[in-house]
């Protein structure tokens, strides 16, 4: 399930949010690169401060229209493979897109990411959290345990 939406001016014309408040149909990272899949997809990968402001628009309209969004991360297609590498200086630029794009793009939140056993990478969307140093929970990208349900 997700809202399908379609633009003619970017690289990757359509996009579908899925968004689960029922706590037990969120998925860890794979299902969700393997769903985006099976749907003749791929988990998002964001290319531009341009594409990054359609998806927050995006979510802004899903949780304007009245169906409830609280708080919930979005897995994107970002992550890192190299365990070996995690903790060093390094880690940032180990950041792969699943789909196989180039795209120097990143909107990591401060402080992140923290590399470690966190390698897959979510868009936060915490509008009820207190606010960090990097500001409200909002957009930025976050690394987090890719078996973590969102």
């Not at 795209?103 to 056993?117: A, H, I, L, Q, V």
């Amino acid at each position: 399930s997700g809202q399908k939406v379609c633009y003619s001016a970017f690289k990757h014309s359509c996009y579908k949010l899925a968004y689960f408040q029922d706590l037990s149909r969120r998925v860890g990272f794979q299902e969700a690169r393997q769903a985006c899949e099976m749907d003749g997809g791929a988990l998002l990968s964001l290319e531009s401060e341009a594409e990054q402001q359609l998806i927050e628009n995006m979510l802004q309209n899903l949780t304007k229209s009245g169906s409830g969004i609280s708080d919930g991360d979005f897995w994107i297609g970002l992550w890192r493979s190299g365990d070996g590498l995690a903790t060093s200086s390094v880690c940032p630029d180990l950041y792969q897109w699943a789909d196989g794009s180039i795209s120097p793009f990143r909107n990591w939140y401060t402080d992140e990411p923290s590399c470690g056993s966190e390698a897959c990478v979510v868009m936060y969307h915490q509008p009820t959290a207190n606010p960090g140093l990097g500001g409200p929970y909002l957009y930025q990208w976050n690394d987090d345990r890719c078996n973590m349900k969102h």
